[in-house]
């Protein structure tokens, strides 16, 4: 499963990310936290784009690393598999 990585302000900020997005039973799109970063896991292209944007909405992120998730899986940029 391809992954990206969102920047957050905090260790906290990503938590409260990823405790929100958290989807259980979800396998396909995923996210987990790692320190500062909110590791998003996806089939479909939307899923960490709306994470991103979640996240960035209720200040958990910057805009420019929120974009940077949203750039980056429109282009395969800091995309894992």
């Known amino acids: 499963m391809p992954e990206i ?15 929100e997005a958290t989807r259980p039973g979800d396998t396909v799109h995923t996210v987990r936290q790692d320190g500062h970063q909110v590791v998003i896991g996806y089939h479909d292209i939307r899923w ?29 940029r800091g995309v894992t598999q």
């Open 48 to 76: 960490p784009m709306d994470v991103a944007e979640f996240a960035h909405e209720i200040g958990h992120a910057h805009d420019d690393d929120a974009a940077r998730v949203i750039e980056g899986v429109q282009t395969g």
């Open 5 to 19: 990585r969102l920047t957050c302000i905090s260790p906290e900020a990503a938590a409260a990310v990823t405790a």
